[in-house]
């Protein structure tokens, strides 16, 4: 028989393909526009309204406003100190949607991609790289990952 795959990958699988256009784009400009990134929340909220309703998503909705909170105060300290950026308020913009489509995925894709960035960092020598191709990836893995019931 079947499977049926949660709502929330396949909220997630709509959410990949404007993900993968805001990858290109940081990979080319290393920013992320503004009005995709509106694109990408109203998708994102769309979705958890669809999978989860509005107590779902009013829940949903506080996660991801306290995680990206933590992630703009980390990065301004980040900044105090080192006199230079880290990660950059286009990666946490992205984050944001993902974050309302469902949490421990965003945060476990939003890991991953960390680490993939750190490693690809060492490989090519580079002190600054895109996040976002790397979170894009990440996504998708944690899509398969959850289709194939891991």
Same mark, same amino acid.
């Given at each position: 028989?079947?499977?049926?795959?949660? $709502?929330?990958?396949?909220?997630?699988?709509?959410?990949?393909?404007? %993900?993968?256009?805001?990858?290109?784009? @940081?990979?080319?400009?290393?920013? *992320?526009?503004?009005? #995709?990134?509106?694109? #990408?929340?109203?998708?994102?909220?769309?979705?958890? *309204?669809?999978?989860?309703?509005?107590?779902? &998503?009013?829940?949903?909705?506080?996660?991801?406003?306290?995680?990206?909170?933590?992630?703009?105060?980390?990065?301004?300290?980040?900044?105090?100190?080192?006199?230079?950026?880290? %990660?950059?308020?286009? @990666?946490?913009?992205?984050?944001?949607?993902? *974050?309302?489509?469902?949490?421990?995925?965003?945060?476990?894709? &939003?890991? &991953? $991609?960390?680490?993939?960035?750190?490693?690809?960092?060492?490989?090519?020598?580079?002190? $600054?790289?895109?996040? %976002?191709?790397?979170? /894009?990836?990440?996504?998708?893995?944690?899509?398969?990952? /959850?289709?194939?019931? %891991?």
């Amino acid at each position: 028989m079947a499977q049926v795959l949660p $709502a929330w990958v396949l909220a997630g699988i709509i959410m990949a393909l404007p %993900l993968g256009i805001a990858a290109v784009i @940081d990979a080319r400009e290393r920013r *992320l526009p503004n009005s #995709l990134a509106a694109a #990408l929340t109203l998708i994102g909220a769309a979705m958890a *309204l669809w999978c989860y309703g509005i107590e779902g &998503f009013v829940g949903r909705l506080f996660v991801a406003v306290a995680s990206c909170a933590v992630l703009v105060g980390l990065e301004l300290v980040w900044r105090y100190v080192r006199h230079a950026s880290g %990660l950059g308020m286009g @990666d946490i913009k992205a984050l944001f949607p993902l *974050l309302l489509v469902q949490p421990a995925a965003a945060l476990a894709a &939003f890991a &991953f $991609a960390l680490l993939l960035l750190a490693a690809a960092g060492v490989v090519l020598r580079q002190r $600054a790289l895109p996040l %976002l191709p790397f979170l /894009a990836v990440a996504w998708l893995a944690v899509l398969v990952g /959850a289709a194939m019931g %891991l």
